[in-house]
């Protein structure tokens, strides 16, 4: 760009410190910024469609395994997070709020609050996903035998204990475990199997695509949190604090649509 | 100079967000004690209507959407049109399948 | 009646009322490497897209070659099975998304889009530089694919080949796809805001250049379709490498499900290629016919409707793999439909051109190869949304000659009219019209060649994607290749005179063909880094020709 920049202002306007050359008010710089996080949460809403759209088809496909499959999942857990993360999204528009006001102190507070809220949320995550891990739901490296998905383990489990609750309930020994290309489950048992397995793939799949952009997320807040400390916004300008609100409230509506959908499934079973 | 929305910057009263986030709350506990209920072929609709509504308070309260210009309207209507678009379609196939000719 | 001579320069008719070219402009304030590399200014990033998708379509250029060499005799005798597969699938990769989605917004839309609405630049110059960066890591990444071995799926990746069978180097390819996508959404995301906010006082959007409408309508389709390629080539890199099956029915997965996710931006993609070629017409048949284009609310609207309407067809390439009648009913349907605004758009330029004052340089030259080859292809588009005629006409030659009449006699002309169009803008020099007219002929001519016959070779049953044939196809076979070696002449007399043009060329004014829009009428050519001395302020609608050619006023 010219290195005469800051000559080139029309009407002879007064150069404000966050205006960028090619703007020419605070408030058209604003409105672009803010128009050009939206369109950008536009092209997630697509991005996140496509698994959406995968998710879609095969619980039609396959909505009775699907449902079954659902209930191996946590709801308490998933419940907690929710929980954990509308708390977030309640403390970022607070941390919007406050750079509104010029309070640089609570704005930078509250947005190191909203990563710990992640962090938290993350960590139960964690739980789960161990816990999957554990009780073999993960869908596994290989198909023909090293895989670790074994179904019938798991539903030899749901037949052994109540309702795939999480710790405290006791798993068969290996010993008990099939394949799930095991011919002796027959073809309608490898086809549960298999179903079932694209369910906990599909969860994974959307979880980890969620859980990888609020790792993004608690990159970016972080630097706004700094430039928050350091006095960098001010009522006059403060759209990088409102613009990563979006993109975390964005990220809470996504899980909005996960809850019900990956955990709720098959909650109406009644076991 | 180009045309803006500009819409007022005035920050929102504190008591809205707190609404707001006891309503996401109790739209939660909606969401599970439905989820445990069984209404048949109607247990998806309820479902992603509440989870729309919740979706709904987080765009228009916690993202500004009551003070944000028609073209973020447009922004996000178009979102939700498309989408609906990719899976519509695309069910569509699915369920027609086994329609006799 | 208009002569035509090889000679002739509409440039010296017209007066140079913004003048000045020697005095800095964006291309000599500053020489060093760094100034090109780090540059937040849209001209210079245009510059360096058009070096890069230039060396990228030479590469697909060269894997065509490899194939139409492959495809002189019916055996197979100069490539492997094996590696014809990867050198057609490497040729549609590069052609797609290395050179066409590119090509017209990066190169022309970059430079030309803040000059066309009277801005200092795009709405967020950073996030620019960081899409020409992530373009320049996708196609090393791609690059690196073909080195490492290449890929042999076809650049449509149908699973459980791509996802299971292949062993090619699936997975590195759909990384530098992934990468690539993103600077296409990024850049279609940058136009739509610029256009949004950043038009000059008085620039209402019915008086924005067709150019504008078409870029919008692009970017548009750029940032809703690219996504979904994006997390399907996610899902198919997944499951090729843990082994699950999502698409592979032998582990319960569903092939049709991945076709439908690829397809969902695939079709759309096709647009992003034409659209900009379609706004690029509209301009330069505008300022060589002299005359205001009919229809310009129509013209406007049908590129919006073409981005809409795109995003609704797209099950039509898998009418024959399985999906359910109803479906297919359907998407023909649909299908047909969008054909009419390409279509109101054509009868469009004939009605402005009819009563214009026609002068032939080169980009007119160009843009009338496009009307006639866009038509053909086109209206053989008709055959293959027809259900019926389908069923005998996929995955035949019959597709393939549809395809490139489209997007290299419709796409590519349109790119090539652009550039000839803009060069004297960019570059502050005039090419010589003998070689732009010569070159845009012979391109014509070699495209036909070409093309046309594989029209008939599809019709006769010839399939595609296979490098030996039954012999009574040869003929046209050869006649096809022939063709392909007329048409690469025709893409590299433009590398040796536009080049000899950017150092010895005859300086241009500022606006040599007359055209109306502020690009021409409010710069110097070479435009200054900072575009406009004053920010312009428009009162009129474009295209309009007086006995001067300035069409706004300048306070």
Known sequence: MSTTNETIQDHGQHHHKDLAHHFDTLEQQHDANTLGMWAFLLTEVLFFGGLFAAYTIYRYKYSAMFEEASNHLDITLGATNTVILILSSLTMALAVRCSQTGNSLWTGRWLLITIAFGLMFLGVKYVEWKHDYHIHLMPGKDWSGKDWWHWQYAKKAKEMDTHGKGAGHSYPDKKDVIADNDPSLGVRGIQESQQARLFFLLYFCMTSLHALHMLVGFVLIGIIAYFAYQGAYSPEYYSPVENIGLYWHFVDIVWIFLFPLLYLLGAHMGH | MATTEHSTHQPAPLSLYLFTFGMLMFLTIVTILAGFQNFGMWSTPIALGIAAVKAALVVVIFMHGYSSSPLTWVIILASMFFLTIMLGLMLSDYMSRGWAM | ????????????????????????????????????????????????????????????????????????????????????????????????????????????????????????????????????????????????????????????????????????????????????????????????????????????????????????????????????????????????????????????????????????????????????????????????????????????????????????????????????????????????????????????????????????????????????????????????????????????????????????????????????????????????????????????????????????????????????????????????????????????????????????????????????????????????????????????EPYHFHGKEAAVVNH
């Not at chain 3, 803040?114 to 890591?137: E, H, Q, T």
């Not at chain 3, 649909?334 to 032939?360: D, E, H, N, Q, R």
Request: hydrophobic letters at 50%; proline letters at 5%.
């Open chain 3, 1 to 540: 009646m208009a002569t035509v001579s090889l000679e002739s320069k509409t440039f010296e008719k017209f007066p140079d009322i913004v003048g000045r070219h020697d005095e800095v402009n964006y291309l000599n304030h500053d020489h060093s490497v760094a100034s090109w590399l780090f540059t937040l200014d849209h001209k210079r990033i245009g510059l360096l897209y058009l070096v890069t998708i230039t060396l990228m379509f030479l590469l697909g250029g060269a894997l065509a070659g490899a194939i139409r060499l492959e495809l002189l005799t019916p055996k197979g005798d100069f490539l492997t099975a094996d590696t014809y597969n990867k050198a057609f699938t490497a040729h549609g990769i590069i052609m797609l998304f290395f050179f066409l989605i590119p090509s017209i917004p990066a190169v022309l839309g970059n430079f030309v889009v803040p000059l066309m609405i009277g801005a200092k630049d795009v709405a967020f110059p950073r996030l620019n530089l960081f899409s020409y960066y992530l373009y320049f890591a996708g196609s090393v990444i791609a690059l690196t694919a073909l080195l490492l071995g290449g890929v042999d799926t076809g650049w449509t990746f149908y699973t459980p080949f791509s996802s299971t069978y292949s062993n090619s180097y699936v997975v590195v390819m759909a990384s530098g796809l992934f990468v690539v996508g993103f600077s296409s959404i990024l850049t279609g995301l940058n136009f739509i805001i610029t256009v949004h906010r950043m038009r000059c006082p008085g620039l209402t959007w019915f008086r924005l250049p067709l150019f504008i409408w078409a870029i919008y309508a692009t970017s548009v389709v750029q940032l809703l379709g690219t996504p979904v390629i994006a997390v399907t080539l996610g899902l198919l890199g997944v499951e090729r490498v843990l082994g699950v099956g999502i698409f592979d029915p032998r582990l319960g997965g569903d092939p049709i499900l991945f076709q439908h996710l690829f397809w969902f931006y695939s079709h759309p993609a096709v647009y992003i290629m034409i659209l900009p070629s379609l706004g690029v017409t509209s301009e330069v048949i505008a300022t060589f016919s002299r005359k205001n284009v009919f229809g310009y609310h129509i013209i406007a609207f049908s590129s919006i409707a073409i981005a809409v309407f795109g995003f609704i067809v797209w099950a039509h390439h898998m009418f024959t793999t399985g999906i359910s009648p109803y479906a297919a009913m359907v998407f023909s349907l649909l299908t047909f439909s969008v054909a009419i605004p390409s279509g109101i758009k054509v009868f469009s330029w004939l009605a402005t051109m009819y009563g214009g004052s026609i002068s032939f340089d080169t980009p007119m030259i160009y843009a009338f190869g496009f009307l006639g080859l866009f038509t053909i292809g086109g209206m053989t588009g008709l055959f293959l949304s027809t259900l019926g005629t389908d069923i005998h006409l996929h995955d035949t030659y019959f597709i393939v000659a549809h395809f490139h009449y489209i997007m290299v006699g419709g796409a590519i002309m349109g790119y090539m009219a652009g550039i000839h169009y803009w060069w004297p803008k960019m570059t502050g020099r005039m090419y010589s019209e003998f070689w732009g007219k010569l070159s845009a002929g012979i391109t014509f001519i070699g495209f036909n060649f070409t093309f046309f016959p594989q029209f008939i070779l599809g019709y006769l049953g010839m399939p595609r994607r296979y490098y030996e044939y039954p012999d009574e196809f040869q003929v046209l076979n050869v006649f096809s290749s022939a063709g392909a070696s007329i048409l690469a002449i025709g893409y590299i007399m433009p590398l040796f005179y536009m080049t000899y043009s950017f150092f010895f060329g005859e300086k241009a004014s500022s606006n040599p063909f007359g055209a109306s829009t502020l690009d021409w009428t409010n710069t110097t050519s070479p435009p200054s880094p900072h575009n406009f001395e004053k920010t312009p302020i428009v009162t009129e």
